[in-house]
């Protein structure tokens, strides 16, 4: 199992940006790949953003194309999550996850993120 810890929440006003930190412990973090999701309330938990072992590939949500970036430095068992242009409906909370196959078996905390209007 990898522990992971969230980091970089906050509030910000709308067209603003944060950077997401998820640190992993373990040396099975840069084989993997990385993704991001995300879970207002009252609502289900969505998908993000992903990120192959490598770096070299990525995949988001037609939500936040062209506005997030997902990024990794493996030597330092991270991943980020750059977003601007943020908006109101982008408030949730954001966990960092590893996946394992098809599937995301480790997840972390989740770090809040709210955009005021």
């Known amino acids: 199992q990898v522990q992971l810890v969230e980091s970089g929440g906050g509030l910000v006003q709308a067209g603003g940006s944060l950077r997401l930190s998820c640190a992993a412990s373990?040396?099975?973090?840069?084989?993997?790949?990385m993704g991001w999701f995300r879970q207002a309330p009252g609502k289900e938990r969505e998908f993000v953003a992903e990120?192959?072992?490598?770096?070299?590939?990525?995949v988001y949500a037609d939500s936040v194309k062209g506005r997030f970036t997902i990024s990794r430095d493996n030597a330092k068992n991270t991943v980020f999550l750059q977003m601007n242009s943020l908006k109101p409906e982008d408030t949730a909370v954001y966990y960092c996850?590893?996946?394992?196959?098809?599937?995301?078996?480790?997840w972390g905390q989740g770090t809040q993120v709210t955009v005021s209007s």
């Open positions: 996850a590893q996946k394992l196959g098809a599937a995301y078996p480790y």
């Open positions: 990120i192959n072992w490598s770096g070299r590939n990525t």
């Open positions: 373990g040396r099975t973090f840069s084989p993997y790949a």
